[in-house]
Nanobody
Framework: QVQLVGSGGGLVQAGGSLRLSCAAFGNIFSIMVMGWYRQAPGKRRELVGTITSGGTKNYADSVKGRFTISRDNAKNTVALQMNSLKPEDTAVYYC??????????????WGQGTQVTVSS
């Protein structure tokens, strides 16, 4: 069984910073992609950023230049440093991983979600 456990988040004023962290636990053969998605009230879940095991990063246009994603392959962890936060960044942030729990199985896994609220 695989679990993604996230931490961080909270309430911050516009222009401030927050850091989210996530660790993958359980029976893991390999992790191809880790990252973050978010969902604001009344909106669909959207990509924030992802990083491959080789270090290739992909960001949503709305966060480029403000958010930085990083990963520790040895520890199966991913982090999201969020700077210059805006009220429109307010959402529940979900840790994500595309991984193999065994050699022949591959799937998407999600963390429990953590609330980020940016006040104006």
């Amino acid at each position: 069984q695989v679990q993604l456990v996230g931490s961080g988040g909270g309430l911050v004023q516009a222009g401030g910073s927050l850091r989210l962290s996530c660790a993958a636990f359980g029976n893991i053969f390999s992790i191809m992609v880790m990252g973050w998605y978010r969902q604001a009230p009344g909106k669909r879940r959207e990509l924030v950023g992802t990083i491959t095991s080789g270090g290739t990063k992909n960001y949503a246009d709305s966060v480029k230049g403000r958010f930085t994603i990083s990963r520790d392959n040895a520890k199966n962890t991913v982090a999201l440093q969020m700077n210059s936060l805006k009220p429109e960044d307010t959402a529940v942030y979900y840790c994500y991983a595309n991984l193999r729990p065994s050699r022949y199985i591959r799937g998407d896994y999600w963390g429990q979600g953590t609330q980020v609220t940016v006040s104006s």
